[in-house]
């Protein structure tokens, strides 16, 4: 059930139990188990959100104007004024405890961060400071993350959660440019600032989940930011970098694996953006190695991996969550997952200079067998995806049959009939679902 | 004091700490210094957080290798400038340990170029950019590119050297602030019709 059913649910059950439908100690025990998060007057945190934005944004701007005619001095208080306005704000809104409304606390924080943001640009403007941008935006998000913990704000941990993802995108393309080791090392400060996010997601009292939104930019940014370290994780200076196809194929399977509670778990796919964003980016790899040239990339860079502590550490996170899913009966993430797996198994059968086709085929041959798992697993009654399995199949087809030295007539026709398969199936799938009660998505 | 006010007064302090360190640092620099000008380029970026700005590249950016500096020829270096007879700067020396004195600037060596004359390295200036009003920006970077152009004399930078710290205070034009030249020849030209 998605949290709008949670919603619904919680919405009824105050007149099923008027009605007698419920008894008291079953309604308790449903809220319990289909536990609604808090809507928070969401409308108010919305408008609250947006007002914020738009003042922080107009304030930055106007500040970077760059008010040259008035004294540096001037400047300054301008810089630092609405700075103590804001934190003035928002300490009077901490004070006021739970009594505080949502939107005023989102909006606080996001002015106050905006304000953060705009003393630093503009100090920097006034003195002529060096430097990028970027190195800037990761002092703005080490010194503003601190307002997403104690005013518990989505608004800010989300613009955190996209400036870290900045951040080491930039790093890591600085490091490809220059080949040198005076950018800062992401693979221990991607962690860390992604660790920075705890403190509001699950909270000190583990209770806190981010909204689907939130939760949606959480995954992507975690993605963004592990391939970014894929990236330059190789990284030697005069040494080729080529350890970054399986590396990242290591970082979508930890972010797809990644451990759900009994809740969880069983929420629908559209509700676990981690386990889309990293099985997409895993299945997307997998297509592309179905190539004799990237499958012969893909082997190389497992050789290229192997020896980073970055690697084994992403293996090491890579068994730990398979087990944790394994237990919980995951088998479809398992399944895909599975698809990082391969060239660590091909890279020993595969000479330096042998062609990328076995490789390629093995692909093509893993990828069918993971999209018939997906297919069988929901008909078995588990966790599957059974449209995703066959989407994945009608992609390969058509994949090959474009490839295929065919002649056109040949090849609509099979269009044809694949895509009318591909409906039917999808038909079929509707009604074995609508005939199954409790049916557990993917 | 509950937690998170404590939380909130750290990270506030912080958030004043960072500016106002840029502050004192530079400020003592620009009040103190010794001013001295260095000849440049200033092409004109954008910076997504703050504003418009000339890039300003010291023309003195590959220089002599210094006596022990490794292969990788990345490492901080001390250079001293001393001033020419047409007031502008320039490198009399370059020392990988520190140098005390009033026109010590510490830069970074960032890289090595081996040549049949002598190997040089590149250094990279503690200042690189100089911010203009955005009204200002386009017409003083059409301003630098006429005379780049013509082959006239670049623009120089006019910076206070203090502790091997170097603040970035001006962009000159023959002597005059590139700010004052680009607002008198927008009140000269007529506007368009």
Partial sequence: MSLLHHRWLAEQLPAWEREGIVTADGARRLREQYAAEPRGGLAQVIVGAVGALLIGTGLIAVLAYNWDDFPRWVRLALALGPLAATQAVSWWVLRK???????????????QTLAVGAAMALVSQI??????????VFWWCVVSVPLAWVLRSNAVAIAYLIGIAVWTVAQSQQANWSRAGDVADVRIWFPLLLAGILPRWPGAELRDRPAPGSRFVLAASTLAGLLAVAA?????????????????????????????????????????????????????MALIATYEDPARALVKSVGFALPLAWCWLLLAVVVGFATVAFRQGRFAVLAVAGLAVVPLVAAPLSADDISGWPVAIAYTLVLFATAIVLITLEFLGRQGAARIGAALITILVILRMADADLSLLTKGIAFIVIGSGFLAFNAFVSRHRAATPGESPA | MRPTLAVFAVAAVAQWFLPLAGVWQHERVVSR????RIRCLAPDPYDPLRGRYLAVRPEEFRLPRPEGMSDSGRAPVWATLVAGEDGVARIESLSLEPVSGP?????????????????????????????????LAPDADKLVAERFREGQERPVAEIRVLDGRAVLTDVLVDGVSIRDVVRRRAAETPPPR
């Avoid at chain 2, 210094?33 to 001295?36: A, I, K, Q, S, T």
Wanted: hydrophobic share 50%; charged share 20%; with cysteine.
């Fill in chain 2, 103 to 135: 026109t010590v600037i510490r830069l970074e060596a960032t890289g090595l170029y081996r040549d049949e004359g002598g190997d040089t390295v590149f250094v990279a200036w503690p200042f690189d950019r100089f911010y203009l009003n955005e009204r």
């Fill in chain 1, 127 to 136: 003195y002529n400071l060096p430097g990028k941008w970027t190195d800037l």
């Fill in chain 2, 33 to 36: 210094g010794v001013p001295m």
């Fill in chain 1, 97 to 111: 405890g739970e009594a505080a409304r949502p939107w005023q606390r989102e909006a606080a924080a996001l002015v």
């Fill in chain 1, 232 to 284: 330059c994780a190789g990284v030697r200076a005069e040494q080729p970098n080529d350890a970054f196809f399986w590396l990242a194929m290591l970082s979508a399977a930890v972010l797809l694996l990644f451990p759900l509670d009994r809740h969880g778990a069983t929420e629908p796919l559209a509700s676990k953006p981690e386990v889309v964003l990293g099985g997409l980016a895993l299945v997307i």
